[in-house]
């Protein structure tokens, strides 16, 4: 694409020098720029592109799009903002995909993961293509591996890129999580989205947004950004439900689900077993009952968001209801790894996060169960929520391990420190410490007796652990399995 019908896509641009030159590709990295790439200078708070634009242009780059224009003989478009306008650029080099594609976004604290996969099997039962981007990657198949994503909502380019290469692949909807990063730095702009939903709203990424207004507004630009005919698909129990509801244009319909307030898809007779819920859908039209194999209450809110989604947009009931009951389950959600003790890995990394899976953990108690939870938090972090889920586990566990996650650059142990400064007595019988997550892991095996339940809780389906100096490979399900085998 030549240099000049770029830029004639990009808000308040400035052009400088030849804008006939061919365009083949966007880079934003210097060191991965190619022959031919317009080399995007991000400005961030760590570091800024425009001094990195010799070096793009050594490896290959033709164009530069800069916030101020430099001192070189390549052409350059200058724009208010690089990492805002990216999106323009990227969306306008893809030739607009999202624009013939059915794009549903989902964003919320928790439940992404889950609600985009039960989607892409849902539209795939009844017959339409479908592919799903996030934190696992993406693919187009459900019986696909994933592609890697580093980011649960991939850069600008990569994201259009990828929606470009679900078209060549014939694919009709694409089901994405949606950050509040991404929403925020603007990864997703130039992106039309037909379905917007909301899972929930609560603490999580307090170190980049300081704020829970902050993070609500960047949530909210999803919702904010829909246009006519579009759909708003909103959890009406969340406590931040109505204030999403106030700022969605007029002329976008609102659907909403859940299970304490009236909704237009609602779930009631909710029962548990370790087989997995069952509840009864009420609709104006129908009630129908539902057995999951999945567990646990965020399970039932997330299938029901995945019902709303799928059932406005006109796939049948019956459809619908025989995937649900047919999932068993994402990877590191709530996925059983042993069944004596039983064992659970969850990537539950949040507060609520982890009441959830503890709630629900709870549900499959035995009179002779005792509930083990194994946590620890993120380095380089929100760190405010490390006491309140320390508070959690204290609440609601019988045995809690406290340990490391990601510590990342920070010391584990005071980590674990603001971790303790929630537990409100610290019984050596029943609260342990161990920094070593691969030891807390074994740990659990002289703990847990055979009718025990253990969440094992923070990383769920990750297969990497970052120190301060590396990140070495590390999954819970695989050391779950060293020490207690292979059976589940």
Known sequence: MQLKELISKINNAESLNYLDTEITGISYNSKTTKKNDIFVCLVGENSDGHDYAKMAEENGAVALMVERFLDTKLPQIKVQSTRHQIAELASA?????????????????????????LLQKIYEQAG????????LGYKFKSTDNYAEAKHTTPQAPEFQAVLAHAIE???????????S?????????????????????????????????????????????LQKGSLAIINNDDEYAERFKSIIPDDVKIITYGIKNNADYKAE???????????????????????????????????????????????????????????????GRFEVVHKKPLVIVDYAHTPDGLENVLKAATELKNKKSRLICLFGCGGDRDATKRPKMGKIADEKADIIVVTSDNP??????????????????????????????????????????????????GKGHEDYQILKDKTIHFDDKEEVQKVFGNEA
Not at 99 to 107: A, H, Y
Not at 128 to 135: E, M
Not at 190 to 218: C, P, R, S, W
Request: hydrophobic letters at 40%.
């Open 93 to 117: 080099f893809y030739n607009n995909p999202s624009n013939k594609l059915n794009m549903i976004g989902v964003t919320g604290t928790n439940g992404k993961t889950t609600v985009t996969h």
């Open 128 to 135: 339409q293509k479908c592919g799903i981007i996030g934190t």
């Open 169 to 179: 692949n014939e694919i009709s909807t694409i089901a994405t999580e949606v950050s």
């Open 181 to 225: 990063h991404s929403l925020e730095q603007n990864r997703v702009g130039g992106t039309t989205f037909k379905t917007a939903v909301l899972t929930n709203l609560t603490q999580d990424h307090l170190d980049y947004h300081i704020t829970m207004n902050n993070y609500f507004e960047a949530k909210a630009i999803l919702f904010r950004g």
């Open 269 to 331: 007779n909710i029962s548990f077993s370790i087989h997995g819920a069952d509840y009864t859908l009420v609709t104006n039209d129908t009630r129908q009952k539902i057995s999951l194999q999945l567990n646990g209450m965020f399970s039932v809110y997330n299938t029901l968001a995945a019902i709303a989604v799928a059932h406005s947009n006109g796939i049948s009931l019956d459809i619908i209801i025989e995937v649900l009951q047919e999932t068993q389950g994402v990877a």
């Open 408 to 457: 990342r650059s920070e010391n584990p142990d005071l980590i674990i420190s603001d971790i303790m400064s929630g537990i409100q007595t610290v019984n050596p019988k029943r609260v342990f410490v161990e920094p070593d997550r691969g030891k807390a892991i074994e740990l659990l095996k002289k703990l847990a007796k055979p009718d025990d339940i253990i969440m094992v809780a």
